[in-house]
T-cell receptor, first 110, second 113 residues
């Protein structure tokens, strides 16, 4: 089983749509969780950290369910500029390495 | 405040050759991690350097080695290149054992022919 697994994608949605990405992780001792965004041929950039209480940043909402080892990202009112690959990321137990999922590609069209 | 910088941007090498990639961390950061991202995959952790020592290593062969200098910059060396080493190599900087994010550089795209 892979350490971090994501929805296969790609997701093709119209502007204004709501889209949800899901992710599961295998190591129950993991402590830190993130969503990174990666544009084509660019480096990953932090979109948001994910906390057990859930957190929201504008149109983006992230949630963590430790019992199910499940992470989600919800994007409301999708914009063309949201088109990118979204990477689910878990920091390893030692707090050193980031473990990435394969990524889910989102394409928002007008 | 300069972010993470990497050089070179692109590199083409032949099988069997050796390559050195360089990284300068974000100002104030003391830890450098290296990742390999093959096409269509998420980045994979190679190793992390702190205080000029390799602190943790991912599942990569000994052909991959590194170094960290007193100014916190780092090098990634790959010997005996294989076609499968073609990838985007990303450097990330952070504070050691911090729960905060790692900041990534723009990467070096290595093509092995």
């Amino acid at each position: 089983r892979k350490e971090v697994e994501q929805d296969p994608g790609p997701f093709n949605v119209p502007e204004g749509a709501t889209v949800a990405f899901n992710c599961t992780y295998s190591n129950s001792a993991s402590q830190s969780f993130f969503w990174y965004r990666q544009d084509c041929r660019k480096e990953p950039k932090l979109l948001m950290s994910v906390y057990s209480s859930g957190n929201e940043d504008g149109r983006f909402t992230a949630q963590l369910n430790r019992a199910s080892q499940y992470i989600s990202l919800l994007i409301r009112d999708s914009k063309l500029s949201d088109s990118a690959t979204y990477l689910c990321v878990v920091k390893n137990q030692a707090g050193t390495a980031l473990i990435f999922g394969k990524g889910t590609t989102l394409s928002v069209s007008s | 405040d300069a972010g993470v910088t990497q050089s070179p941007t692109h590199l083409i090498k032949t099988r069997g050759q050796q390559v050195t990639l360089r990284c300068s961390p974000k100002s104030g950061h003391d830890t450098v991690s290296w990742y390999q991202q093959a096409l269509g995959q998420g980045p994979q952790f190679i190793f992390q350097y702190y205080e000029e020592e390799e602190r943790q290593r991912g599942n990569f062969p000994d052909r991959f080695s590194g170094h960290q200098f007193p100014n916190y910059s780092s090098e990634l060396n790959v010997n005996a290149l294989l076609l499968g080493d073609s990838a985007l190599y990303l450097c990330a900087s952070s504070l050691f054992r911090s729960s905060y994010e790692q900041y990534f550089g723009p990467g070096t795209r290595l093509t092995v022919t």
